[in-house]
């Protein structure tokens, strides 16, 4: 599952992803965010963005 969110805080812009994964027997959470003075938030969400879409949670088959 992911969460995206933003808002104002201490005078700056906060942006920010909150991903959830479950895997059997085992949660697991990512959490990227930033803030900005400037028009750079945008940048920096995107470097968010790519950061959490190459993570690989895939779990490999047990032989037995």
């Not at 995206?4 to 201490?10: F, I």
């Not at 920010?16 to 945008?42: C, E, H, K, R, W």
Request: glycine fraction near 8%; charged fraction near 20%; proline fraction near 3%.
């Amino acid at each position: 599952m992911e969460f995206r969110y933003g808002g104002k805080a201490d005078e700056h812009d906060w942006s920010g992803t909150l991903v959830v994964i479950s895997v059997p027997a085992t949660f697991s959470t990512v959490l990227g965010m930033t803030y900005a003075d400037s028009d750079l938030i945008q940048i920096q969400e995107n470097v968010i963005a790519k950061a959490i879409g190459s993570l690989n949670f895939d779990v490999p088959e047990v032989k037995r």
